[in-house]
């Protein structure tokens, strides 16, 4: 790959330091997160692993982007690696009526804010890496906030995608789970089927026991509902005419 300027949001989680990691050779990093010393080890992780340039923004995406601004001026941002989610830990039961309206605006919200932003400041649309999930797409009774919030994030880049056909979208469903609480390799292996895609050009990855099932059963229906409405139309058929 050329040298690009890839903004990564949620670059201070386990997996968002490994996606730094993994696209950092050669090329200049914003790292966006919350965490401010989880930050400056995304930093050294970039650095290490032979970044031109690793910059950490900590920013609440619920708060002003313009605080981003002056990072933005320095060259127009190739690629958006987006694995931030306020709501991926957190199971229906445990968000309140309170809480419900800034996780909208930090997961949904903020992601045309942020976009109309960068496009305001640059010609070109960046290439957009979505980290979702199979839970984005699987009915799930106790995460579906999550869902649905994954599912808006989805429908906004794909409407966005219409409108700028040159805009390059690449969804990832990871189908595992990861525990933050203790080491762990899978954010790297995540991490390198990620950069794998993107270098292959593909638009969807699937990542993870479930996400390859899912991968398959999102790619055999269109068959079978092909077969369901051909078995209906032949029944019609069949069907003796009253009267």
Wanted: charged letters at 15%.
């Amino acid at each position: 790959m050329t040298s690009m300027k890839i903004l990564i949001l949620g670059a201070s989680s386990q997996v968002g330091i490994a996606l730094a990691r993994a696209f950092a050779p050669g090329h200049e990093l914003l790292l966006v997160g919350r965490q401010a010393s989880r930050l400056n080890e995304a930093v050294e992780a970039c650095r290490t692993a032979g970044a031109a340039s690793a910059t950490p923004v900590a920013l609440d995406l619920t708060s002003d982007l313009l605080a981003l601004h002056p990072h933005l001026q320095g060259g127009a941002v190739d690629l958006i690696v987006d694995a931030a989610s306020a709501s991926s830990a957190l199971r229906d039961s445990e968000i309140s009526a309170d809480a419900f309206s800034g996780l909208v605006v930090a997961d949904v919200l903020s992601r045309p804010r942020l976009m109309d932003l960068i496009l305001s400041m640059q010609q070109s649309a960046p290439a957009v890496i979505l980290i979702s999930s199979v839970l984005a797409r699987i009915r799930s009774q106790d995460r579906a906030v999550y869902s649905s919030l994954k599912q808006l994030q989805e429908a906004h880049l794909n409407s966005l995608r219409r409108a700028i056909p040159s805009l390059r979208l690449m969804v990832v469903y990871v189908g595992m789970v990861i525990d933050t609480q203790r080491p762990t390799d899978k954010p790297v292996q995540l991490a390198a089927a990620v950069l794998r895609g993107f270098q292959e050009g593909r638009s969807v990855v699937a990542h993870g026991t479930m996400g390859h099932l899912y991968y398959l059963l999102y790619h055999l229906q269109p068959v079978v509902f092909g077969w369901v409405t051909r078995l209906q139309r032949a029944l019609r058929g069949r069907r003796p005419k009253q009267g």
